[in-house]
């Protein structure tokens, strides 16, 4: 929990009222997302991943939603959500969530051309995406 | 980090394990507490370690403040090959070799980019290039292991033997023109 307060004291999180509709928008936006991205994985595989890494950052950010927080929107906000994840993973005890962070650097990283995907990377980032949005759907 | 070396070249083990703090791990220079702590060592033994290693001409130092300062001698004649016993002996090299030895499918894998470069200082973070059949979610469960012994993100990169031979975008073409460490 003190990762969690600390992430409250450096303002990258702040309390809102529990939103019970947001949060059950946010997991369904994040299924149609997912289902996106599995289309058009051979077609498109760099953006299949954005997608199923935004259907995880939904997912995630619903379960928060429903503790009664939001991530702000700043400048390392999808960091914060991240560090988050963990949080839940260690609280809930769902592996699935500790894969969240590497969805997001890997994301990242092909913004900046740093990297692009192989057929297995795009799979497995469905595969992923999709246990992080159930172990988020389950806390909603 | 945990001390695994398999090159019993140094003169204990906490010499090596300084040594590869000082020449692998650190990203800016260290205090002499900040040695102690990393290398699970006394003040005093570190202490010792860092005169001898200056007046041999291997690390340098200066005062700030009150903290006494360490940083290898990048212009020492042995820097290089130093910097290059201890990654292989200390580094994130023999435990990323250990941790993919047990996967099937993998047809080759290196470290690429900034972490491979001899002439960069240790980066933030490693890229690690896979390629082959392997289970992606056991290549990252044991990545994930690496990374916290490292104390660094470990970025995977995995291909398949076509996809790797087949492409060869911006991506690929800096991959491979530029400095690599063997793995697998």
Known sequence: MSELNDLIAKGLIEAVE???????????????????AQAIQTMDPSGAYVLAYDAARKAVAAALLMTGRRVRSRPGSHQALAQYAK???RETGEPALEQFDRLRRERN???YGSRSFGKAEVVEAIRSAGAI???????? | MKPRSELPLFKSPEQERLLAELFVFAQEPLSLSQLAQRTGTSMGGVHKEVERLERSGLVVSKTSGRSRLVEPNRSSPVYTE?????????????????ALATIDGI????????????????PHDIDLMVIGEPDPGQVYGAVSAVEVEVGRPINVVLRS????????????????????????
Do not use: Y
């Open chain 1, 18 to 36: 529990s939103d019970r509709p947001m949060a059950e928008q946010w997991i369904s936006d994040a299924r149609r997302h997912l289902e996106a």
């Open chain 1, 87 to 89: 949080v839940l993973a």
């Open chain 2, 161 to 184: 033997e076509d996809e790797w031979a087949g492409t060869n975008g911006a991506f690929e073409r800096a991959v491979r023109s530029r400095p690599r460490i063997q793995l697998v």
């Open chain 2, 107 to 122: 047809k080759e894998a290196f470290i690429f980019g900034s972490w491979a470069d001899p002439d960069q200082m240790a």
């Open chain 1, 109 to 111: 990283r092909s913004e």
């Open chain 1, 133 to 140: 949005l159930e172990a988020c759907a389950r806390q909603t």
């Open chain 2, 82 to 98: 130093l910097r290059s016993l201890l990654t292989k002996s200390m580094g994130p090299e023999p435990l990323l070799r250990e």
